[in-house]
């Protein structure tokens, strides 16, 4: 079972839509973090969140972090096709040194 | 600033082949990560280091054995490989901080027939 769990694992909207990409878990994390991983690349760092309740906005994509830090959202606003790619969410339970992937959100933009 | 490489980014091995994934990072950074990716899993950690000369055990370790000789440098071994092993292979590097943020190389895909 994964200590992180990502819904939707796939998504294919239209450009101009928005979306929204949840992480949840039973645990508590010190911070969660959101990774972009484009085809034949490494995972690249979005943001971090590392407060319950806390909100970070990247341009059109929103962050959040649950009140009880055991879960985060990622919003995107009118999407764009270079949105596609795969979306990561990853935590250290309990302020463990050792990052958890879920495993991941494959989303598609349609132009 | 090279930041994290990885060889190689391709390799097809044998049932029982041995092989060595080498990973280097130029950013000076005290810890060091090796994932396997397989689709619909995510990233799963195999063994980590936080300093030269020390390795620790991850999440899926069986299998695989590493060393960290030089603080630059984290070295994945499969000794005796098996088509359960067929994946692409992340190495990562990040300072020993509250926050981290992991930096990734491009991967190596291996497939083991």
């Known amino acids: 079972t994964q200590l992180l769990e990502q819904s939707p694992q796939f998504l294919s909207i239209q450009e101009g839509e928005n979306l929204t990409v949840y992480c949840n878990s039973s645990?508590?994390?010190?911070?969660l973090q959101w990774y972009r991983q484009e085809p034949g690349e490494g995972p690249v760092l979005l943001v971090t969140v590392v407060t319950g309740g806390e909100v970070k906005k990247l341009k059109r994509l929103t962050f959040q972090f649950g009140d009880a830090r055991k879960d985060s959202s990622l919003h995107i606003t009118a999407a764009q096709p270079g949105d596609t790619g795969l979306y990561l969410c990853a935590g250290r339970p309990g302020g463990a040194q050792k990052l958890v992937f879920g495993q991941g959100t494959r989303l598609t933009i349609n132009p | 600033n090279a930041g994290v490489t990885q060889t190689p980014k391709f390799r097809v091995l044998k049932t029982g082949q041995s092989m060595t994934l080498l990973c280097a990072q130029d950013m000076n950074h005290e810890y060091m990560y090796w994932y396997r990716q397989d689709p619909g899993m995510g990233l799963r950690l195999i063994h980590y280091?936080?300093?030269?000369?020390?390795?620790a055990k991850g999440e899926v370790p069986d299998g695989y054995n590493v060393s960290r000789l030089k603080k630059q440098n984290f070295l994945l071994g499969l000794e005796s490989a098996a088509p359960s092993q067929t994946s692409v292979y992340f190495c990562?590097?990040?300072?020993?901080?509250?926050?981290?943020?992991?930096?990734f190389g491009p991967g190596t895909r291996l497939t083991v027939l």
């Open positions: 280091s936080v300093g030269e000369g020390t390795t």
């Open positions: 990562a590097s990040s300072l020993p901080t509250g926050v981290d943020t992991q930096y």
């Open positions: 645990s508590v994390f010190s911070s």
